[in-house]
């Protein structure tokens, strides 16, 4: 490593410990294999892929707000709609809380200096930026932006004359960010856990962040061989899926689901994650139920690996297999339910503190609820195939990534952004801000629960003018959500700016280990390991912690 410790000579207390690298600026950046630097790394650029995303998301929307073309044409309107997917799922909603604050708080919370391999952690940041640049190459290469959804479905994806062969290898890359992310925490947690800290004194979003790192190491493979398979198609017309040349479409969706529906839950799994964390320190209470808690996220990424075929219903399969895929979907919504019910457990007749991180992980609990009970009904064989291929699908979707994930990741801003850089948001501005982030995206896309239910196909450009109504709300809903994110986001700019500075260690009232460092951490986190006695989230409220907690509000 280039890095080293300056203890300053100016009179400090060592603890103030300066980063001190062979490059400066932006080579100090780009170069550094610090994990915090390269989390931080990670969050400009996961939340600037977020806004593209947003925006192609916008416009979809926009172009729906009444029957026919408004603002543009079905071909462009099935780039965007690609473009949306491959952004949200590869760049955003996969990546962003294991990068962002598995990279930054992981090593910390388990008491470690950084991660196993610093330098692998870097490189999986430079594939992270090469894939989106791919991405972004795919809509101004000639030929145009990829139109074939974000699952890239054969056969129409090896015949479309646009760019599909830009956006297969950007995902393909990403692809190996994430699993060398994985092989990175899946050996941290092992190996450099601080003296005294067992498995079942491991904080609950390392139990979260650990599980889908396992998932990310053993399925990500499979797509990235799928995807590769998809170019060689498109390259040498070999029928590997092409029904036209003797190959197997059906296949194809086989392999692709068979990582995607575990990336589900390497999606919602991490922000679990945080919600475990959160609760109990803005509640002042023990999480209720906590190796249950912590065994059950291991329990959803075995059983989420085994339901795929869930999602091919409809694609012909035999009684026998869809009884099966079946039950194993009902019986993945148990570990599940253990989270949830154990949340709210842990949230009864506790000192509740309304906090933003609390408003959003409540937020969180409410949305993924009726996420998850949607699911259940997706689950359900005479259900699937009524709502198959309809907007339904596309609510439940983003209530379970969106509501419950893209709600993780905002209640993780506002907890852990203070830590990370010693200053404090605008707290009435993100009360008022998480407001219109709820209500947006409830109006956003709870009315396509109805009009799915009702028949309007997802997808589609146009459609019938009784659906209007529905779609005319959704869009109204997207203005609002949009509105309060640009809000969210600017509190944060204006915090990083001239926020208040924060110095207290502990300014939330937080039991685990990076509040016990200072704020922002040093360099290598701690001036010497900590030896850990006691399981976390056993609070003990004292006067220090109240008083430091009532100044932060």
Known sequence: MNETITVPTNGKHPSYLEYKGKYKGFLGWVLSTDHKRIGILYLVSILSFFLVGATFGFLLRLELIAPGRTIMDPQTYNSFFTLHGVIMVFLFVIPAIPAIFGNFFLPILIGARDVSFPRLNLLS??????GGLLAIISIIAPGGAADTGWTFYIPYSVRTG?????????????????????????T????????GMTWFKTPLSVWSIYSTAWVQVLVTPIIGITLLLVVIERTFSVGLFDPALGGDPV????????????AVYIMILPAMGIVSEIIPVFARRTIFGY???????????????LVWAHHMFTAGMSNTGQFIFSLLTMIVSIPSAIKVFNWTATLYKGSIELAPPLLYVLAFIFQFAIGGLTGVMLGILSIDIMVHDTSFVVAHFHYVMFGGTGFGIFAALHYWLPKMFGRMYNIKVAKSTFWLVFVGFNLLYFPMFIMGW?????????????FHIYHLLSTIGSWILILGILIMFTNFIVALIR???????NIWGGETLEWTIDTPPIHENFLEIPTVHEAPYE???????????QEVK
Not at 251 to 262: A, G, K, N, T
Request: overall charge positive.
């Open 125 to 130: 940041w430079y594939l992270y930026i090469i």
């Open 162 to 186: 646009t760019n599909v062969i830009y956006a297969l290898f950007a995902a393909f890359v990403l692809g190996f960010s994430s699993i060398l992310t994985g092989i990175n925490f899946v």
């Open 188 to 195: 941290t947690v092992h190996r450099l856990r601080a003296p």
């Open 251 to 262: 296949l194809f969706q086989h392999l692709f689901w068979i990582y995607s529906h575990p």
């Open 291 to 305: 190796k249950f808690i912590a065994l059950s996220s291991v329990a959803i990424a075995f059983f989420g690996s």
């Open 454 to 466: 009702l028949g309007m196909p997802r997808r589609y450009y146009d459609y019938l003018p009784e």
């Open 499 to 505: 926020g208040k500075k924060i110095t207290e260690k």
């Open 539 to 549: 609070y003990k409220q004292n006067e220090t912690d109240i008083r430091q907690f």
